[in-house]
């Protein structure tokens, strides 16, 4: 079964939805914020993504700078590739979108 890995917890936002796609599991608390020293946030993230495969999902939910460090540890570890969870406002549900940075740089890279 697939895990959706929710950036940070938000007690405003339901999330829910998300179950159609795994099992939740929170990276960061709601109080969490990167600061000017990324570095303990990124080996927290790293830790928490170290079993991310590409049948898991991140839902991009929280603080932005902790958003863009999970999403470049969950491309590292899978070589490029992975899934996100999109919510549409009007349709009021997640659509998953998939990545592949790892084509698009090398297909870009002269």
């Known amino acids: ?3 959706v890995f929710a950036v940070q917890e938000d007690p405003r936002k339901n999330i829910l939805p998300a179950l159609d796609f795994g099992s ?3 990276i960061l608390e709601d ?3 990167v600061t000017f020293d990324p570095v ?3 080996r927290r993230i790293k830790t928490a993504l170290r079993g ?3 049948d898991d999902y991140i839902l ?3 603080d932005p700078a902790a958003i863009g460090i999970a999403c470049s540890i969950a491309a590292q570890v899978t070589g490029g590739r992975y899934k996100m969870l999109k919510w549409d406002r009007q349709e009021k549900r997640y659509f998953p979108i ?3 940075i790892s084509r ?3 297909s870009s890279v002269k």
Request: proline share 4%; no cysteine.
């Open 1 to 3: 079964m697939s895990t």
């Open 40 to 42: 303990p946030w990124v």
């Open 98 to 100: 998939a990545i592949d």
């Open 24 to 26: 939740i599991e929170y």
């Open 60 to 62: 991009a939910i929280g």
């Open 104 to 106: 698009t740089l090398s």
């Open 52 to 54: 991310f495969t590409e």
């Open 31 to 33: 109080r969490d914020q």
